[in-house]
Structure formats: structure tokens, C-alpha cells
């Protein structure tokens, strides 16, 4: 099994996977009855108010199981998964033995329910478990990240308590999930999709092809858009669960990518793949309104991961240029070079605070689609420009593989684009900046 195919370092994951569990008890002892807005001074008074009647904190606070939960991570990631970075890379593959570690050590289930095997913590402690994985690996952390604010999440809120019990224990110890919505003719118009989902006694038949499903080669279970009554348009959209070996199913060959190279980009295609009505996830033709609501929180992921990719980028630089001497004298004490990390070190922090504050608003019940189109857009840019400016100041080395930067340069494109572009994340914010203006 991948379980015991987990090597030397498997003693240390079961250890660090002991270090979360604790959450559990922390979760308690902090009272999960009380809801998380008010553990944080927020007020529950009013979902859209912005005023606390406590003294507010600042979102980079964190609730002591959260940070528990960023430590185990980064520690994780620092002694298990950046040895294998360069490789997996290098081979456009995770290894196995990684994505159960990630099972293991606690990371896939973090929303989760604790009757479901869940830790039961939070959205911003799911998020920071995204932060910390990115700045070593992107690529696993997007696996993590889509895992947990999109498939999760999707179970967790709108499945019947039959799929919910069938699924969610699985998916917090081995089972990957994968959420296919794009097709060839449907990217930033995801409505226009074209997979259909024909009713024939009790089930549905499914034909249609996705594009550019992450985890697809490695998942165990597909939530799959598809539109139950074509004449009604988006609002015959359905999503429907559908196990990886139901016959019909079939992946694709995997993307040969620029960047997060070892996270799996496949197509999948569904030919003729019959699906019982009880595996409809929530309402015939919600679909759309699901996928509306669940694209929010995975902005916000997206948001952590490209934050956390452009801190890994800044740790990596930073060493370097205070022990590298021209000139006799330290780069890093040239103007020009603190004047670079420090514009780089305030923008990586301007956006974990616009991620964290949409992370933060998300969970007292605000609505967020403007702040998680912010916390994208901007974290985005900012990986870009900082993975960019950190090659820049590594010179000749950071233009090589070996010092791993080129990587996260790479990487940081991604963030451009999928879960929505730059440009659709504009058009989001000046749409709800307009809307008060409406002639």
C-alpha cells in the first residue's frame, strides 16, 4: 500500500502527524461550540458589520491549534519534502510515498469534521498548511490546497450524510480528490461547459471531457460538473461524485507543464459513466451556484500558496546576499539590494494580510467574492515580481536549477491563471465596485 511504502522518514511523519492531532484537543479546550468569529473578537452580532464590540485582533493572529498546525507543516516540509523537490521536478511526478504522507501527517483533512476523522479546524489553518507547503513545494501545496478548500469543503457542506459518511473518511486518510469543471471550450467562461448528464432510471449517464484537472492522475474520487438539462442552460448544472475506477472514466495523459511540474494536469474523459442519482452532490442544477461559492474559498487558497511561494523565494535569497561580497562588501549592504528586499519583504506582506483578512471574513460569515478575487489577484503579482527580483539578486547562480529559485519563477505563472485569471479577477472587483453606481 502507498502507507507502507513511506521510508525512513516515515517515523518522523507518524511523529509529526501526532504533533497535529493534538488540535483536536485544542479545539475543544478553546470551545468548537463557540464559533470561531467570536474566539477572534470578531462580532457574530451581524455577518455584515465590520464592527467587533471587542477589541479587535490583528488576522495574523492565530488560534494556538493553527499554530501547531503551520509548525508541524513547515517543519514537515523542511525535513521530508525538500529533499525530493529537485526530483520530482526534474520528473513531472509526486511521489507516492509524499501524497500519503500528506494523508499521515494530518494535512488533507483539516476542515474536516473530527466524527469524519477530520482535525475540525479552520479555513486560516487550512490555509496556512497551503502557505508553508508552498514555500518549499508549490506543487504538493496546490494538491493540499485543492484537497482541502475545494473537494473537502464540497463534501462538507452541500453532500447527503450518506456520501458525506462514504466519503470524507476516506478523504482524510487516502483517497485524493480532484474537481473537474474546465473543458476545451469552457476556461474563464465555465458555464458554457458541454459534458452532459442523461437520466436513465435511477442514474444519470455522463459523457463529456475536462480539461485541465489537477490531481486527476492520482485521485481516487472526481467531483465532475456536468449539465443534467441542457435546455434550462447553466442552471441545469449538476455535480455529480464519481469514484476514479467507475467504469467509463478515463485520464488522460499528464500536461508537460512550465511550472508546478510534479502537481498532476490531466484530462479526463467520461464516456458513457453511469452514476447513481444518490451520488448527485447536493441539488439537481446547483452545480453552478456550488461551484460559485466553492471557487471563492479556492481564490483564497490559491492566495496563500502564491504567498507562500514568493516567501520561500525570499528565504532562499536572503542568506545569499548577506554572505556573497563584491566590492569588498556584502551585497546586501549595497542600497540598491535592501532597497529590493525590502520592497519585496513589504509586498509578500501586504498580501498575506489581504489573503488573511479574506480568510478571516470567510469564516464569520461575510461575504468575501470581492476580498478572495483581491487576495488572488494580488498574491499572484506578487509571486511573480518577487520570484523574479530574487533570480535578479542571486545573479548567475539563481539562473540555474541548483539553487532552486528558477522554481519558484516558474511556479509563480500558474497563479496567473488557473482558478480564474488576473483578468477575470478585475472584472470580479470592478463589477462589485460599479455595482453601487448602477444607472
Not at 222 to 242: E, H, K, S
Not at 340 to 364: D, F, G, I, P
Request: net charge neutral; hydrophobic share 40%; glycine share 8%.
Amino acid at each position: 500500500s502507498l502507507a507502507e511504502s513511506a521510508r525512513p522518514g516515515r517515523g518522523r511523519m507518524r511523529t509529526l502527524a501526532r504533533a497535529v492531532a493534538p488540535c483536536r484537543t485544542l479545539a475543544r479546550a478553546v470551545g468548537r461550540s463557540t464559533p470561531l468569529a467570536a474566539r477572534r473578537g470578531f462580532s457574530t452580532a451581524s455577518a455584515s458589520s465590520d464592527v467587533a464590540p471587542a477589541t479587535p485582533l490583528p488576522v495574523t493572529h492565530l488560534l494556538e491549534e493553527e499554530a501547531m498546525m503551520r509548525d508541524a507543516t513547515a517543519q514537515w516540509a523542511k525535513e521530508e519534502l525538500a529533499p525530493l523537490v529537485r526530483q520530482m521536478d526534474d520528473a513531472g511526478r509526486m511521489e507516492p510515498h509524499i501524497i500519503q504522507a500528506c494523508f499521515d501527517s494530518g494535512f488533507m483533512g483539516v476542515e474536516v469534521p473530527e466524527e469524519y476523522g477530520g482535525c475540525g479546524s479552520s479555513f486560516t489553518a487550512a490555509l496556512l498548511v497551503v502557505e508553508e507547503l508552498a514555500k518549499v513545494d508549490p506543487s504538493v501545496s496546490v494538491m493540499v490546497d485543492i484537497h482541502n478548500t475545494i473537494v473537502n469543503n464540497c463534501f462538507s457542506y452541500w453532500a447527503s450524510d450518506r456520501l458525506k459518511a462514504e466519503w470524507l473518511p476516506r478523504l482524510t486518510t487516502d483517497c485524493l480528490g480532484a474537481f473537474c469543471l474546465s473543458e476545451a471550450a469552457s476556461g474563464s467562461d465555465a458555464f458554457a461547459l458541454r459534458a452532459t448528464a442523461r437520466r436513465d432510471g435511477g442514474d444519470y449517464v455522463l459523457d463529456g471531457e475536462k480539461m485541465w484537472i489537477s490531481n486527476s492522475q492520482e485521485a481516487g474520487v472526481f467531483l465532475v460538473m456536468a449539465n443534467a438539462d441542457p435546455t434550462a442552460g447553466y442552471r441545469g448544472i449538476t455535480c455529480f461524485v464519481v469514484p476514479a475506477d467507475a467504469p467509463g472514466l478515463s485520464v488522460g495523459r499528464r500536461e508537460d507543464k512550465l511550472g508546478i511540474r510534479a502537481s498532476s494536469t490531466c484530462s479526463v474523459r467520461l464516456d458513457g459513466v453511469r452514476v447513481p442519482a444518490e451520488h448527485v452532490l447536493g441539488e439537481v442544477g446547483q452545480g453552478y451556484k456550488y461551484a460559485i461559492n466553492i471557487l471563492n474559498e479556492g481564490r483564497i487558497g490559491i492566495g496563500a500558496q502564491m504567498v507562500g511561494l514568493a516567501q520561500g523565494a525570499l528565504d532562499l535569497t536572503l542568506p545569499y546576499v548577506h554572505e556573497r561580497r563584491q566590492f569588498g562588501s556584502r551585497i546586501a549592504d549595497f542600497q540598491a539590494v535592501q532597497h529590493t528586499l525590502a520592497q519585496a519583504a513589504t509586498e509578500v506582506h501586504a498580501a498575506r494580510l489581504v489573503v488573511y483578512n479574506a480568510a478571516r471574513m470567510k469564516e464569520a460569515g461575510m461575504p468575501v467574492v470581492q476580498e478572495a478575487a483581491m487576495a488572488k489577484l494580488l498574491a499572484s503579482q506578487v509571486a511573480e515580481r518577487v520570484a523574479s527580483k530574487c533570480i535578479e539578486l542571486l545573479g548567475g547562480v539563481g539562473f540555474t536549477k541548483d539553487y532552486g529559485v528558477e522554481k519558484f519563477y516558474r511556479d509563480a505563472k500558474i497563479g496567473a491563471i488557473y482558478e480564474g485569471t488576473s483578468n477575470i479577477q478585475l472584472q470580479t472587483i470592478a463589477k462589485l465596485m460599479s455595482a453601487k453606481y448602477k444607472e
